[in-house]
Structure formats: C-alpha cells, structure tokens
C-alpha cells in the first residue's frame, strides 16, 4: 500500500519561502512518475511540477523559475522548492505517485493512482 506524507507548509508573506517535503512509504520515489499538485477553495486541482524516473521534469507555466521539484533516493522523500511565493500560490498542495514510468500529461491529476492528504500554504501580500 502507497502511504505519502506531505509536510513544510505554512503561512509566509510574499515574496518568501517554503520547502515541501513528501516521504513515501511502499513506493520508490525514483521508481516512476511523480508530482506535486495544489487545489484552491472553489478551483480545480491543478498540477504545478512533475519529475519521471529519469529525473526529468515538467513545470506549470505559473510557477515556472520559482519552483523546483527534486527527490531523495536515500530519503525516499519529494521535495519542492517555492521561492518568491505569490499570494494567488495560496491552497493545499498534495504530492501523487504513479505507477507509469512515463505520463502522456504529466500535469494532470487523473494520471496519477495514489494521493497525500495535503499541507496547507497560505501566502500573503
């Protein structure tokens, strides 16, 4: 069974940052395809980073220079890197785990078969 764990949000003004952290239990991180998500109150969940098992990575045009997404192998852990955070960067963010080693759209929730429950990041102005 796929257990992910997501941690490090928090409230920031803008302009600062936060590392999000996703520890996976009964996955490899490196194994496949993984990816960061985020769902504001009244919005569709939208995907913001995705890293394959080559360690290529794909990038929502809204965080593009601002994010990063990495792993560590040994850690077993997701990490994303949010600098210069925005206020509209404001909702829950949820790491996915695939079972593909390659997704036709990265970016798009449905690819993806195992979710966290989410950590809360709330940026002001």
């Known amino acids: 069974q796929v257990q992910l764990v997501e941690s490090g949000g928090g409230s920031v003004q803008a302009g600062g940052s936060l590392r999000l952290s996703c520890a996976a239990a009964?996955?490899?991180?490196?194994?496949?395809?993984m990816g960061w998500f985020r769902q504001a109150p009244e919005k569709e969940r939208e995907g913001v980073a995705h890293?394959?098992?080559?360690?290529?990575?794909t990038y929502a045009d809204s965080v593009k220079g601002r994010f990063t997404i990495s792993r560590d192998n040994t850690k077993n852990t997701l990490y994303l890197q949010m600098n210069n955070l925005k206020p509209e960067d404001t909702a829950m963010y949820y790491c996915?785990?695939?079972?593909?080693?390659?997704?036709?759209?990265?970016?798009?929730?449905?690819?993806?078969?195992?979710w966290g429950q989410g950590t809360q990041v709330t940026v002001s102005s």
């Open positions: 890293i394959d098992a080559t360690g290529s990575t």
């Open positions: 996915a785990a695939a079972r593909k080693l390659w997704l036709q759209r990265p970016l798009t929730a449905a690819q993806y078969n195992s």
């Open positions: 009964g996955y490899t991180v490196s194994s496949a395809s």
